[in-house]
């Protein structure tokens, strides 16, 4: 079945870094994508950048472009979520997730949305302090 396993989150001081990691396995990923979603106290589950496994364009919120960064690595079948210039705001859980149907059904308002992704990792705390 599929599994995704995140890693990399922590405390960092406003203006920091961290990279999240996301270890995927299951299945063959070149159709489908990947996104990262975070869920802070109280908030909704939101989209914070999003792909397509085998390339192309991506996505990202507005809060985070210029600052945050999807890539992935075929050969260890893992994606990445560089994050720059951290703000307290980007406090919060951060989810792996990938699609259950392939890219080609997808609109590109599809990558923002939790009801186009049908796995689902852990999630790991990134707390970001002032």
């Known amino acids: 079945q599929v599994q995704l396993v995140e890693s990399g989150g922590g405390l960092a001081q406003a203006g920091g870094s961290l990279r999240l990691s996301c270890a995927a396995s299951?299945?063959?990923?070149?159709?489908?994508?990947m996104a990262w979603f975070r869920q802070a106290p109280g908030k909704e589950r939101e989209n914070v950048a999003a792909?397509?496994?085998?390339?192309?364009?991506?996505y990202y919120a507005d809060s985070v472009k210029g600052r945050f960064t999807i890539s992935r690595d075929g050969a260890k079948n893992t994606v990445y979520l560089q994050m720059n210039s951290l703000i307290p705001e980007d406090t919060a859980v951060y989810y792996c997730?990938?699609?259950?149907?392939?890219?080609?059904?997808?609109?590109?308002?599809?990558?923002?949305?939790?009801?186009?992704?049908?796995?689902w990792g852990q999630g790991t705390q990134v707390t970001v302090s002032s």
């Open positions: 299951g299945r063959n990923f070149n159709n489908y994508a």
């Open positions: 997730a990938a699609g259950n149907r392939p890219v080609t059904q997808y609109y590109s308002s599809s990558y923002y949305s939790p009801t186009w992704y049908g796995y």
């Open positions: 792909m397509a496994w085998s390339g192309g364009s991506t």
